[in-house]
């Protein structure tokens, strides 16, 4: 059974830096990209970032790439999202997905077999 576990939300300030934790148990990794969306209030889900276990290439949205980083330790079967320079507008939940196969710039959601249970971060001004 897989299962994906976030760890790291928080409550921030604006400019504070957070590092979102995803662990993946019960799946083979290397035939997989894990990815980051977010979901604010009454907005729909969207495509943060992804990388490819195998590989390690990445994808990031454009309206973070700047500030937002995400990278993975195979050892530990853990991605992580470094968000840097936070803004009220990245107040959301934060989720990881995978099973939408190697490619880590699969942007549908609905693409995506697996999800954590989300991790909430609210940044205030």
């Known amino acids: 059974q897989v299962h994906l576990v976030e760890s790291g939300g928080a409550l921030a300030q604006a400019g504070d830096n957070l590092r979102l934790s995803c662990k993946a148990s019960g799946i083979t990794l290397t035939n997989y990209a894990m990815s980051w969306f977010r979901q604010a209030p009454g907005k729909e889900r969207e495509f943060v970032a992804g990388?490819?276990?195998?590989?390690?290439?990445?994808d990031t949205a454009d309206s973070v790439k700047d500030r937002f980083t995400i990278s993975r330790n195979n050892a530990q079967r853990t991605i992580y999202l470094q968000m840097n320079s936070l803004k009220p507008e990245d107040t959301a939940i934060y989720y990881c997905?995978?099973?939408?196969?190697?490619?880590?710039?699969?942007?549908?959601?609905?693409?995506?077999?697996?999800w954590g249970q989300g991790t909430q971060v609210t940044v205030s001004s």
């Open positions: 990388i490819s276990w195998k590989s390690g290439n990445t």
């Open positions: 997905a995978t099973g939408a196969g190697w490619n880590p710039s699969v942007r549908d959601p609905d693409g995506y077999h697996y």
